[in-house]
């Protein structure tokens, strides 16, 4: 093998590792989760200090503690409950009932710690099925149109 080819084989090894290792370092840090209540709590050693997307339901009303803006609530899904704690500004869709993703960290203690601008409440549906009319009730269907007359 020739000292040019040696060279160039050795480059390329080094690039490879570089941005290998890059990847790997970007992908660490940046990697988060997204899981619903019991997914996580089914076992909560696997995504302790994990960087979590938790979504479920606000369970009862948030505790907000007097003439500060920390907050304690509970989120469940599927009869799953998890108690988090935020601190900040909460959206006005934010209440009993609403669903929510949270972006935080699972603690040693089981409790989600929601990081700042961590919480997203969904904005409620406006589709209500009760307000609908039965099908086919009114007895008038959409004219059909067809080629012939």
């Not at 040696?6 to 997204?34: C, R």
């Not at 589709?127 to 009114?138: E, I, N, Q, V």
Request: charged share 25%; with cysteine.
């Amino acid at each position: 093998m020739s000292q040019k080819a040696a060279k160039i084989g050795l480059t390329f090894v080094v690039l490879v590792l570089a941005f290998g290792g890059l990847l790997y370092s970007t992908l660490s840090e940046g990697t988060e989760y997204y899981k619903h209540v019991d997914e996580v709590m089914a076992n909560p050693d696997a995504w302790y200090r994990k960087n979590l997307q938790l979504h479920g339901f606000v369970q009862g009303e948030p505790a907000r503690k007097r003439d500060s803006l920390e907050y304690r609530f509970d989120v469940q899904n599927k009869g799953t409950v998890v108690r988090a704690y935020y601190t900040g500004i909460v959206p006005d869709t934010f209440k009993a009932d609403s669903e929510v993703v949270l972006k935080g960290r699972l603690s040693a203690d089981g409790t989600f710690q929601v990081e700042k601008d961590g919480v997203m409440a969904k904005c409620p549906s406006k589709y209500d099925p009760a307000k609908l009319p039965p099908t086919g009730a009114s007895g008038t269907t959409p004219a059909a149109t067809s080629g012939t007359r």
